[in-house]
């Protein structure tokens, strides 16, 4: 098969606009699209360019109305993590693939026009476990600068070209299931990252897989940044009045229900 990378990080929020503010003014950038498709979903969202990949929160427009996402607040406790989305030039392939393995798919999506145009599988998270998890093709192909049709038409144009996002984590009841269910499922190793825990590497960027750290139960909970200047990140956190820190060698600020670990 060919390229697997990391795209995108969806984060899901009671209420956007207060996420919003913080994660614009940290990141040192605006937002670049809002996408009026995922209305159809009760949700309204803000999406951020990170180099080549993207940082996205949700939220229900009513928050009284009865939605996915909003279900998904409810059950984790409040704001936090939401998907983990791919992307790969083997759309078909990956899609027979996760139907002889009797992954459902809960959406298979085609939009756009014949400029720019994006594609998603998204699969059932029950058959997964970690987190909701979609893997994509895009029109821009192995241009990460190229055509991605979720962010709009000129998304270069609001461009955060100095952080990356370079992997992610998921906290899980049984990391070492959880994980071997991703790798099985995207044809990737898993390795041992040590202390219960597991990693899956892809091109771009990594996977992780952790015992329960809190009472919040299965979810995505971490994200890391790769700065051109780690330094201006952390004081905009702390001007932004969010915790920050340092755990197992690396900095942090928390924003949205996650921990995004920079570098």
């Given at each position: 098969m060919g390229y697997l990378r990391l795209?995108?990080?969806?984060?899901?929020?009671?209420?956007?606009?207060p996420v919003e503010g913080k994660l614009s003014a940290i990141?040192?950038?605006?937002?670049?699209?809002?996408?009026?498709?995922?209305?159809?979903?009760?949700?309204?969202?803000?999406?951020?360019?990170?180099?080549?990949?993207?940082?996205?929160?949700?939220?229900?427009?009513?928050?009284?109305s009865d939605t996915a996402a909003g279900r998904y607040l409810d059950r984790r406790r409040g704001d936090g993590g939401y998907m983990y989305i791919l992307d790969c030039d083997d759309l078909e392939a990956r899609r027979d693939h996760f139907r002889a393995m009797s992954a459902r798919i809960v959406q298979d999506l085609h939009s756009g026009d014949d400029a720019i145009w994006?594609?998603?599988?998204?699969?059932?998270?029950?058959?997964?476990?970690g987190c909701l998890?979609?893997?994509?093709?895009?029109?821009g192909g192995e241009n990460m600068m190229g055509g991605y049709h979720w962010a709009?038409?000129?998304?270069?144009?609001?461009l955060q070209p100095g952080v990356v996002i370079t992997g992610a984590g998921m906290q899980c009841e049984s990391p070492e299931a959880v994980a071997e269910r991703w790798g099985l499922l995207l044809r990737r190793p898993v390795l041992d990252a040590g202390e219960g825990g597991r990693v899956i590497m892809f091109d771009n960027a990594e996977?992780?897989?952790?015992?329960?750290?809190?009472?919040?139960?299965?979810?995505?909970?971490?994200?890391?940044?790769?700065?051109?200047?780690?330094?201006?990140?952390l004081a905009a956190a702390r001007q932004q009045d969010v915790r920050t820190g340092e755990a197992g060698g690396r900095a942090f600020f928390e924003a949205g229900g996650v921990r995004f670990r920079v570098s």
């Open positions: 795209r995108q990080i969806c984060l899901v929020a009671r209420d956007l606009s990141l040192g950038v605006g937002v670049c699209y809002r996408d009026p498709g995922v209305g159809k979903y009760g949700l309204h969202n803000a999406l951020w360019a990170l180099g080549g990949t993207f940082l996205e929160v949700v939220a229900p427009k009513d928050p009284a994006s594609e998603a599988i998204h699969l059932h998270p029950r058959d997964t476990g998890l979609s893997v994509d093709r895009h029109s709009g038409p000129s998304w270069q144009e609001t996977a992780r897989f952790t015992p329960l750290s809190d009472d919040r139960g299965e979810g995505l909970s971490t994200v890391d940044l790769t700065c051109r200047d780690p330094g201006a990140v």
